[in-house]
């Protein structure tokens, strides 16, 4: 009886086991859509042909355009101006500094790059320059 008892345990973490890796392998979306903020769209990109870098920076981009107060729209009755303008200021700079990490060599004929560097000046001078220099 207790070798049947080991044996059921044994292959009932096996199958959980199977079932976690399986998961985690077939959760792995094709494209990266970025719901751009400011009314400036939707941005998608193949997963297939990012390179790293571009896989690194279209991510930082995502994460800053979902996380910060910068990215959803000002409730005046509820927000504190100061920190929406301190959430604009550091999304100015970091969307700035991952323009620079894409080199010139990153652009050349290369559509997801291009694209990131689109979506990154649509944000800089479309979504915020206009609220920065009110």
């Known amino acids: ?19 976690t890796i399986h998961f985690f392998k077939s959760y792995n979306p094709t494209t990266i859509t970025i719901n751009a903020p400011f009314g400036l769209g939707t941005y998608e990109f193949s997963r297939a042909e990012l390179t790293e870098k571009e896989l690194d920076i279209a991510w930082k981009l995502y994460v800053q355009l979902t996380t910060r107060k910068a990215a959803i729209p000002i409730d005046p009755d509820h927000d504190i101006i100061t920190e929406v303008y301190d959430s604009w200021y550091e999304l100015f700079k970091s969307t700035r500094e991952y323009l620079l990490e894409l080199s010139t060599k990153d652009l050349e004929g290369n559509e997801n790059a291009q694209q990131i560097v689109k979506l990154s000046l649509d944000v800089l001078n479309k979504g915020l320059r206009p609220h920065l220099t009110e």
């Open 1 to 19: 009886m207790t070798i049947f008892l080991v044996l059921s345990i044994i292959s009932l973490v096996a199958f959980i086991i199977f079932l």
